[in-house]
């Protein structure tokens, strides 16, 4: 009720009376971790209370009592602490000891059920992954593709990180390999993000269709502008409009006229790209940039000290990643300067740092 004056105090107290007691029920009702600890500190200050009516400084004492408890609590009971009085006694038993056995169980429950929470929740997709850094992001899932997918990737960097992003209504599909992202669209921001489409090293794409690939391509370059991206098309006409948009896209067409034409005429052929491109069978295809240290060297050294050194043979070089033009098997007298890439074969990769360029640009037959 109201007070003559209009004041509506008499009606919030109890208001926030009721507010509390369901915040108090709810804790409770679902043993959040606040509930656990109010409940421990209440049970901890009773019993120290009522075991300090009856027992001496022994047990009772603040420095004393804290390790009295947990032993008592816990049903570990080294003997060198214990109640002397009746009434102590009474108290470690029926108070103390069962109720520290809830206690402690209550923790450990609670603690697989934080564990488990935390990995299902990872196993729908709803985990953030933007603390990752130089990680693979793939979009999309198509199964068995996919699992190749990644299978070559583990096989060419078993290291690094791979995040899968999909928007059907799946749950991990590859726990022990992938980190797994999942949303009603592999286009949306809080998807991409905990992802972690802005500090990833690079993404493919492997849309249903050319157009999902096209959507997912500029959703990609337009938070990470400088991620290298790899799409499949169908389309030449649509992979054209991705790389037109975006200049760090290489997009992929279908092969098989192209493999089915040189097999006709040389028979077998077909089984070298698919060699050099799988990182499970040796030799595979690398490529490594030529450090901005203002080298400029001829194509013929680099080939001739792949060989000589590496047991690498290389294939040809290209002035860019994606849209600059590529020479395979140039000339010996072929420039290579610094920031070209060379592409070549070998057994394993070869890093920039592994190279000696200076010899390489002293190189001579």
């Known amino acids: 009720m109201i007070n003559p004056s209009g004041s509506p105090w008499r009606l919030r107290a109890p208001q926030h009376l009721a507010v509390l007691g369901r915040v108090v029920y709810r804790h409770i009702a679902e043993v959040t971790w606040p509930a656990i600890g109010v409940i421990a500190l209440a049970h901890y200050v009773t019993s120290w209370g009522l075991m300090a009516l009856t027992e001496g400084a022994e047990i009772a004492a603040p420095s004393v009592y804290w390790y009295f408890y947990l032993v008592t609590s816990t049903t570990v009971g080294y003997g060198d602490l214990s109640p002397s009085s009746t009434f102590g006694r009474f108290v470690a038993v029926v108070w103390v000891m069962p109720g520290g056995i809830a206690l402690f169980t209550s923790v450990i429950a609670k603690i697989v059920q934080s564990t488990a929470g935390y990995w299902r929740k990872r196993m729908r ?10 990680h693979t992001v793939i979009l999309g899932w198509a199964g068995d593709r996919t699992r190749r997918m990644v299978s070559f990737l583990r096989g060419d960097s078993k290291d690094r990180e791979i995040v899968l992003v999909a ?41 249903r269709d050319d157009n999902e690939t096209l959507a997912a391509g500029l959703a990609v370059a337009a938070r990470n502008p400088n991620l290298h991206v790899a799409a499949f098309f169908h389309d030449e006409a649509i992979a054209d409009l991705l790389k037109a948009h975006c200049p760090h896209a290489e997009c992929l067409l279908p092969m098989s006229i192209e493999l089915l034409v040189r097999t006709a005429n040389d028979p077998g052929s077909s089984r070298v790209p698919k060699t050099l491109l799988s990182t499970l069978v040796s030799p595979t295809l690398y490529s490594v940039t030529v450090p901005e240290r203002g080298l400029q060297f001829a194509f013929g050294n680099v080939f001739r000290a792949l060989k000589r050194h590496h047991h690498a043979t290389a294939l040809g070089v290209s002035a860019g990643q994606t849209n600059e033009p590529l020479t395979l098997n140039p000339p010996d007298d072929r420039a290579v300067q610094s920031g070209d890439i060379l592409y070549y074969m070998a057994d394993r990769r070869i890093s920039a740092s592994a190279l000696d360029w200076d010899a390489i640009a002293q190189e001579t037959d």
């Open 125 to 134: 997709g709803l985990g953030d992954y933007r603390d990752l850094s130089d």
């Open 167 to 207: 928007d059907q209504a799946i749950e991990n599909p590859m726990p022990e390999q992938v980190h797994f992202v999942r949303g009603e669209t592999m286009t949306h921001a809080d998807v991409l993000e905990r992802a972690g489409i802005s500090t990833a090293g690079r993404a493919i794409i492997l849309g």
